[in-house]
């Protein structure tokens, strides 16, 4: 079943848990992360857990217990929640006060947890291929810290929505950094590429996980600044994210990825990723 969980306790997912005065409320003062469950197991756990720490010193918070407390918290809540294709969202703020943009003093952080089933992706989408956008990265300079602060994201993603494309992919003076919610890796020459980690992007954890797949597999793959160019005349071009895993791009701004169909090394990457979760 889903279940939600604030603070210590277990709440149905329409229960009103948080009060008016919740500085993750009012300033957006908080972190989070988004952690996947296959057939019981966390993916990369540790990962999305070390991640979440250096978000939340990041930005000063925290975390009672360390990050230990949160780790049990998750697997407390997987367990009594019994789904074992699920998804987890935990997010940490600043906690309740009155509202001040100072640090408020002796209060301590809310905690807060939803976990729900995983729905299939689209296979429609993974078998095909999606459409994107691209648009500027409007977003501020530590985009490092998985914050709540989603704002430019939500308007890129809607702005890509609304030409019927599954996301944007942002770029900032002629070179691409990520999506509004994924990674962007293009293939040219049989090389897998993706922007170098920077303050201005997010270290995702399925990044992580293809970096390690390529080495494994004997893949070429090559960090680096890319420009909007190179997107655009790329053999194939994919995106990463703990909902979507590995999703090839077929066309972007209606222009075709090549032949306008997934390509080998992005199938070949499903392929073992897939194998890498035990799907």
């Not at 906690?95 to 729905?119: C, Q, W, Y």
Request: hydrophobic letters at 40%.
């Amino acid at each position: 079943m889903s279940i939600g969980f604030i603070n210590g306790k277990y709440v149905a997912l329409d229960e009103k848990a948080v009060p008016i005065e919740e500085r993750g409320h009012q300033f957006g003062d908080g972190v989070y992360e988004v952690i996947r469950y296959y057939n019981g197991e966390g993916f990369m756990l540790e990962e999305h857990l070390e991640r979440l720490e250096k978000s939340a010193e990041a930005i000063r918070i925290d975390l009672e217990g360390g990050i230990d407390s949160i780790r049990t918290i998750i697997e407390e809540g997987v367990k009594k929640a019994a789904i074992p294709d699920c998804s987890v969202y935990l997010q940490i703020t600043r906690g309740a006060a009155e509202r001040n943009h100072l640090f408020p003093k002796d209060v301590p952080p809310s905690v807060s947890m939803t976990i729900k089933p995983m729905a299939p992706f689209s296979k429609e989408m993974l078998n095909n291929g999606v459409s994107v956008i691209t648009h500027p990265d409007e977003r501020w300079a530590n985009c490092y810290i998985k914050s709540l602060n989603l704002l430019p994201n939500i308007l890129a993603k809607q702005a890509a929505a609304e030409k019927h494309a599954y996301e944007a992919i942002l770029y900032k003076d002629g070179k691409v950094t990520e999506c509004s919610s994924s990674t962007i890796f293009i293939v040219l020459n049989d090389t897998v590429i993706t922007t170098p980690l920077s303050k201005q992007i997010l270290p995702g954890i399925t990044r992580m996980a293809v970096k390690e797949i390529c080495e494994k597999a004997a893949i070429r793959f090559e960090e680096r600044e890319y420009t909007t160019e190179e997107l655009f005349s790329a053999d194939e071009v994919f995106l990463t994210s703990t909902t979507s895993e590995v999703l090839p791009v077929t066309h972007i701004d209606d222009r075709k990825v090549a032949e306008g169909t997934p390509g080998n090394l992005t199938t070949l990457l499903m392929e073992l990723f897939k194998a890498k979760t035990g799907q």
